[in-house]
């Protein structure tokens, strides 16, 4: 054992060895850091267990336990957008109670009350599952580095999840009203002052975008809803990954642009309906046919589109063009996906083949779209294509006419 200087010259390190690793704890004075010495000294004379009676109550605190041993030996195996969504729940949910605590004094009592507070606090099932399931991994990281006897979060119960509202998908007819508003965006208009406001004439602002990004958007709603991208694979397609009848899905993007691998980890073949191949070859020729390596969603400098760059996409033209077509509430874009899974099911597909295209398990599959099974039961098969086809032309048939109008 032994007691030195902390790293950052800021108090003193007792370092001893316990089960066959090495453990520390940090303090302010260096007498108490000695005096901590004798202690453990003292107790592996009466055995193991005198010393972990001791060594349990304190130890380092979760603030420092997660930045010195959780982050450089766990969290580097998560993928960012997972580290990124546990440091956010970590700052607003755990920190400021528990963070200050040694390991050693996280008991079960304290856990049940810190998830007790949040809930009081009216913290939703859903967030404080998220807090749950970071705390616990580091809890159990600490225990099986025998920082601690065991992870006391497993004996918390966890509240009761409330129930989500089945899946919606939008129909095809749906799904191209959106994509029209995307193409032929009308004018914004700034409406004139208020009495008693600074005088402002009412005016209209450019229509959003170019020919080739109202394009490119229309092209991004295509995408997920009939080929079932999800948007961080969508943001690192590439024009070689589409080909003659089917769209190879291998890699995706994380949120700061850079590629990783797909959520499962595995490539997959999405089947290429012929409407959405037809739109992929007009944007092709539309951008001057580029190399295969061409991002479909690429930043001005060719990289992927980082998690920004969606989030504006989604508020200043998906947002926008969901309104025109009526939608209240807003769907996310990543609920198009639901509609291609809609489309496989009402056209009688079996559900591994559903579940294969999605990217899901089968026991995801049959969980989310348990409901549609039943309603396409005995309903009579329909023809994908066929049907966005039909809700092509109607959408523009009733354009036309709203605009003779």
Known sequence: MSVERARTGNGWVARWREHGRQHSRQFTLKRDAEAFERDVERRRQLGPLAVQQLTARGGPTLDQWIEQRWTPEHAVTLEQSTRERYANVYACHIAEQLGDLPLGELTVGRLRGWQSELLKAGVNPGTLHKARTFLSSVLRHAAESEAIPGNPLSLVRAPKSSQRDAVRPLAPVTVEAIRHALLDPPAREVAPSLPGQRERRRYELPRPGTPQTRQR?????????????????????????????????????????????????????????????????????????????????????????????????????????????????????????????????????????????????????????????????????????????????????????????
């Not at 959520?263 to 007009?282: C, F, G, I, M, Y």
């Not at 049959?366 to 086809?389: C, K, M, S, W």
Request: hydrophobic share 40%; net charge neutral; glycine share 6%.
């Open 217 to 405: 958007d229309a092209l991004i709603v295509s995408l997920v809803a009939y080929a079932g991208l999800r948007p961080g694979e969508l943001r690192a397609l590439r024009l070689g990954d589409v080909r003659e009848n089917t769209i190879l899905v291998q890699r995706a993007a994380n949120p700061d642009g850079s590629v990783k691998a797909t959520k499962t980890d595995k490539h997959r073949t999405v089947r290429l309906l012929a409407p959405l191949a037809q739109e992929l070859r007009e944007y092709q020729l539309a951008i001057g046919r580029p190399p295969d390596t061409t991002l479909v969603l690429a930043g001005e400098d060719g990289r992927p589109w980082d998690k920004t760059a969606w989030q504006m996409w989604r508020c200043d033209r998906w947002a926008p063009a969901c309104r025109a077509a009526g939608l209240d509430p807003e769907p996310r874009p990543y609920d198009l996906r639901h509609s291609f899974a809609s489309l496989l099911l009402a056209e009688g597909r079996q559900p591994l083949y559903a579940a294969r295209q999605l990217g899901h398990s089968l026991a995801v599959l049959t969980t989310t779209y348990a409901h549609l099974f039943d309603e396409f039961e005995d309903a009579g098969r329909i023809d994908p294509e066929r049907e966005i086809a039909q809700a092509r032309v109607q959408t523009c048939a009733l354009r036309v006419h709203q605009t003779a109008g």
